[in-house]
C-alpha cells in the first residue's frame, strides 16, 4: 500500500509538471507593455515580427523579377514590391527598436520554401509562381494587420499599422492588375513541397505531442489511484 501511494504520488508530481509545459507552450504570453506611446500588447509585437518576415523574402523575390520575370507587367511590380518593403522593413526596425525589442533576421521555413520554388522557375512559370505566392501571403498577413490596426492603443502601432495595410492593399491590387491571380492566389498559402512551418502550427496553442503525452499521464495516473483506493479483501 505504502509503495503504491508513493508511486501515485510521484505521478501526481510528474503530471503537474506536464500541465505546466503544456500551459506554457502558447507562443506568445509577454503580456502588455507600458510604453510612451500607449500600451503595447502581444499583438502588437507580433506585428512587428510578421511585417518584418514579409520583407524578408519578398524584397530578394521582388528583385528577382528583373531577370527572371517575362511578363513586363510582373518585372515592373515586382520592382515595386521590392522597393516598398524597403520602405516598409526600414520602418519597423525603427519602430521596433523604439520599443527595446528584436526582429526575425531571417524568413520562416514556408516563406524558405516559396523562395525557394520561385527562384527554381523561369519565364511564365516563374510570372504565375510570383503573382500566385505572394497574392496568397498578403492575403494572408491582411486581415490580421486590420485587427491590430482596430484595436491597438498604442499610437506608434497605430500608425505603423496604418503603412501596412496601405501596403498591402496596393500590393494585392498591383498582383491581381496582372491578370494572373488563379485560385491559389486566393487560398491560404501553404508551405511548397510539403515542409512543415512549426512557427505558424504552435501560434494556435499547445503542441499535439504535448496534448497527448498529458492525456496518457493522465490515465496512467487515473488507473493507479483507483487500485490504491479500491478496498482490499480480508485475508482469511
Not at 497605430?158 to 494572373?180: C, N, P, Y
Amino acid at each position: 500500500m505504502t509503495r503504491a501511494l508513493a508511486t501515485v504520488l510521484a505521478m501526481l508530481f510528474l503530471f503537474s509538471g506536464l500541465t505546466a509545459t503544456a500551459a506554457a507552450q502558447p507562443a506568445d504570453t509577454g503580456g502588455v507593455m507600458d510604453t510612451p506611446s500607449g500600451p503595447l500588447t502581444a499583438n502588437d509585437r507580433e506585428l512587428l515580427n510578421r511585417v518584418r518576415l514579409a520583407g524578408l523574402w519578398e524584397m530578394p523575390m521582388g528583385e528577382l523579377t528583373a531577370t527572371k520575370a517575362s511578363n513586363a507587367r510582373v518585372k515592373q511590380i515586382g520592382k515595386m514590391i521590392m522597393l516598398d518593403h524597403m520602405m516598409l522593413d526600414a520602418l519597423t526596425k525603427k519602430t521596433a527598436a523604439g520599443f527595446g525589442l528584436t526582429t526575425p533576421d531571417v524568413p520562416n521555413p514556408a516563406q524558405q520554401s516559396w523562395m525557394e520554388e520561385i527562384n527554381a522557375l523561369e519565364g511564365d512559370a516563374f510570372d504565375q509562381a510570383f503573382v500566385a505566392r505572394l497574392r496568397a501571403a498578403h492575403g494572408q498577413i491582411f486581415p490580421f494587420i486590420a485587427k491590430v490596426r482596430s484595436g491597438t492603443r498604442n499610437d506608434t502601432i497605430r500608425g505603423f499599422a496604418q503603412a501596412g495595410i496601405d501596403v498591402v492593399m496596393k500590393h494585392m491590387t498591383l498582383l491581381e492588375s496582372t491578370g494572373l491571380a488563379g485560385d491559389s492566389s486566393f487560398a491560404e498559402p501553404q508551405p511548397a513541397g510539403g515542409i512543415i512551418n512549426a512557427s505558424l502550427a504552435s501560434d494556435e496553442g499547445p503542441n499535439m505531442w504535448v496534448i497527448l503525452t498529458v492525456t496518457a499521464a493522465g490515465a496512467v495516473l487515473t488507473v493507479l489511484l483507483l487500485r490504491v483506493l479500491r478496498p482490499r479483501r480480508p485475508v482469511r
